[in-house]
């Protein structure tokens, strides 16, 4: 009976609610949008930490750990029988060992820093973005002395496919050392700063040039079942005093991921602005029927059945409009979700540190869409406790008195 | 007693005072040369472990240098050349020499704590700093002048050095070396000389990273020969490049 009459209330003054309405829905599908595209960012983001940086489990030595910064090459692991007994779990997939080195390139003089990866080429062809970003040339095949480019270093070096690129960098043991590489690949992953800054050898050349038959400086494994990574690595640093680092505890990723509460209380802010308009309209319904209320209560109505008919009244402006934005943003969502957000322009920009990019494929859960949904209406709902407080306290004969 | 009478005779020498710039005048005149040629063993110490390398260098004027490694097997045929404000390195695998950018200079020098600029110095101080003397100190149990150079000139890699000079012989006993910051970066002691005709030339130098840690490296000169003609050839790219 009392729903019928809020739902009679709503069509009162239709365009009014409507607007109201219109205002939720617009939170509600900026919300969804805006978290389905963080959650599309950060897994971009994972993906190509776990791809193209260390893994899902990374394992270096603990003094390569604590130096990392400045290539502690001298502390790379040895590759033994005795190590990859030590790290053997039924969970892993591929043992990708890679030596990471720094050094300065140039055509006329050595002035550009870069990061050198020395990679076992077979085995990162099975989960690495990088063959399939060759825009030119070939990816790398294994011994020979050849190098892979980024699009942007490529560049600036001035050099292209069958060039010379010149590499004069030390030894693990601080020796001056050199070689000459024939560019085979030109990649381009879309990330600013690996397009830029980054080439790939194969780790023999790799062991050769810095003097680490045998080793490496990092081990990157990927797991069967990513999730489980904490899990795993826990085990293998149980048996071994290797540092271990599943990709969960990654700087960037643990610091992307405590910046997630800020825009909590930016979704919060969004929705609390759109409710405004909600609030303003209670207070309006409720000034306009002060007489009717006073009338209501007058014949007998309590005031929790003016409270409950107040509030239906604004549930159900709550509920479509949480309902119809929930429907648009969901739309959105998995529209860019199979069709992805073009942010080249954006991810060239993108540092080594916070490798994103180029095409963000946005990641909408249900669980976004019914908390948001469900979130739109009980914000509403409170909200709209204020000014429905005031007509509820108000007393019967003074209420018939007001003149609207 | 004979040495106490030594040390008077020396307090009373030095309180007969000489400036700060005829103490770095005398410095200049040991360290300085037309030409260096030498061999030398570098022992680089870094957490305890050492690394032995060997090198021979020729250096004339404060423009022209050359070094190349003659040990361990590794290194062997790594060759430097400085002309004026440029380093060139030849590496056998390359087969070509490589510009090193001009502030690549000031970075280590194969690994050491000394940088390219530290080893291939033939300046005077005089020229490039402005000299105050602090006073007289002892160190390693000998008497020496404090001195304070502050630089002059723009490009000096260091901006401050303190120096305590063997007041006896004219060499630096200490360096400090700070930045402009006031961070101190290098630590140099010498503690070993040679008199090489009219000149106190350094023969075992260590130089301390203060930015690293726990890491030295020692610099012991042999066969050092001072102003002898050295081939002009030594000096060109063709003679770093050759096979």
């Not at chain 2, 304070?148 to 400090?176: G, Q, S």
């Not at chain 2, 030339?201 to 490296?217: D, E, Q, S, V």
Request: a positive charge.
């Amino acid at each position: 009976m009392l729903l019928r009459l809020a739902y009679r209330n709503f069509f009162r003054n239709t365009r009014r609610s409507i607007i109201s309405g219109i205002s939720i829905m617009i939170a509600i599908m900026l919300i969804i949008f805006t978290q389905s595209y963080i959650n599309g960012v950060m897994n971009n983001i994972t993906d190509n930490v776990v791809k193209l940086i260390s893994g899902h489990i990374r394992i270096t030595s603990r003094e390569y750990e604590r130096r990392e910064r400045l290539f502690p090459l001298s502390e790379a692991i040895y590759l033994t029988e005795e190590f990859y007994q030590k790290i053997k779990h039924e969970q892993i997939l591929y043992i990708a060992p890679r030596i990471r080195f720094g050094v300065l390139l140039g055509q006329n003089e050595l002035s550009l820093p870069c990061l050198g990866y020395a990679i076992e080429p077979e085995i990162e062809k099975h989960f690495s973005a990088l063959p399939k970003r060759i825009i030119e040339g070939h990816y790398l095949d294994g011994s020979t002395n050849s190098v892979l480019l980024g699009r942007e270093l490529a560049k600036q070096l001035n050099l292209s496919i069958g060039d010379t690129l010149t590499i004069i960098t030390r030894t693990a043991y601080d020796s001056p050392t050199g070689i000459n590489l024939i560019v085979q690949g030109i990649f381009s992953l879309g990330i600013g700063g690996m397009d830029k800054n980054i080439f790939y050898i194969p780790l023999k050349v790799g062991e050769r040039l810095l003097d680490l038959e045998g080793r490496a400086s990092e081990v990157a494994l990927i797991i069967k079942e990513p999730k489980q990574s904490l899990k795993i690595a826990r085990e293998i640093r149980a048996k071994s005093d290797y540092a271990v680092m599943p990709y969960q505890q990654n700087v960037i990723l643990r610091y992307l991921n405590s910046t997630r509460a800020i825009f909590t209380i930016f979704y919060l802010i969004i929705l609390i602005v759109a409710c405004s308009t909600i609030a303003n309209t209670m207070i309006m319904i409720v000034y306009e029927r002060l007489r009717e209320i006073g009338m209501l209560k007058a014949i007998g109505m309590n005031n929790w059945a003016i409270l409950k008919l107040l509030l239906g009244e604004a549930g159900i402006i709550g509920f479509l409009g949480s309902l119809s934005g929930a429907i648009l943003g969901s739309l959105l969502s998995y529209w860019l979700k199979y069709h992805g957000l073009d942010l080249s322009v954006a991810s060239k920009t993108a540092s080594l540190d916070i490798p994103f990019g180029p095409i963000i494929y946005f990641a909408p859960t249900p669980t976004i869409i019914i908390t948001t949904f469900i979130f739109g209406i009980c914000v509403t709902l409170l909200v709209s406790l204020l000014p429905i407080y005031r007509a509820v306290k108000l007393k019967p004969i003074e209420a018939l008195k007001t003149t609207t | 007693m004979k040495k106490t009478i030594m040390l008077f005779c020396l307090i009373v020498n030095m309180m007969l005072a000489l400036s700060g710039i005829e103490i770095i005048d005398r410095v200049d005149n040991n360290l300085v040369a037309n030409t260096i040629s030498y061999t030398a063993k570098i022992q680089l110490s870094i957490d305890g472990e050492i690394r032995t390398k060997e090198l021979i260098g020729y250096v004339q004027g404060k423009d022209k240098a050359y070094l190349e490694f003659t040990a361990p097997a590794r290194d062997k045929d790594t060759r430097f050349l400085k002309l004026d404000n440029e380093m060139w390195i030849y590496i056998n695998e390359v087969e070509k020499a490589t510009k090193i950018a001009g502030h690549m200079l000031r970075q280590s020098f194969a690994g050491t704590d000394f940088s390219y600029e530290d080893v291939t110095s033939n300046q005077r101080f005089k020229e490039q700093y402005d000299i105050k003397l602090i006073g007289t100190d002892t160190i390693f149990n000998r008497v020496s002048y404090q001195l304070e150079l502050i630089a002059k000139l723009k490009n000096v890699t260091y901006y401050r050095r303190m120096l305590w000079i063997d007041a006896e012989y004219f060499y630096p006993l200490k360096e400090e070396l700070y930045a402009k910051s006031g961070k101190l970066m290098k630590e140099i002691t010498i503690s070993d000389f040679k008199k090489i005709g009219n000149k106190n030339f350094p023969t075992k130098i260590r130089m301390a990273n203060k930015l690293r840690r726990n890491t030295y490296t020692e610099l012991v000169l042999e066969n050092v020969k001072l102003d002898v003609v050295i081939p002009e050839r030594i000096f060109t790219k063709a003679y770093l490049e050759r096979k």
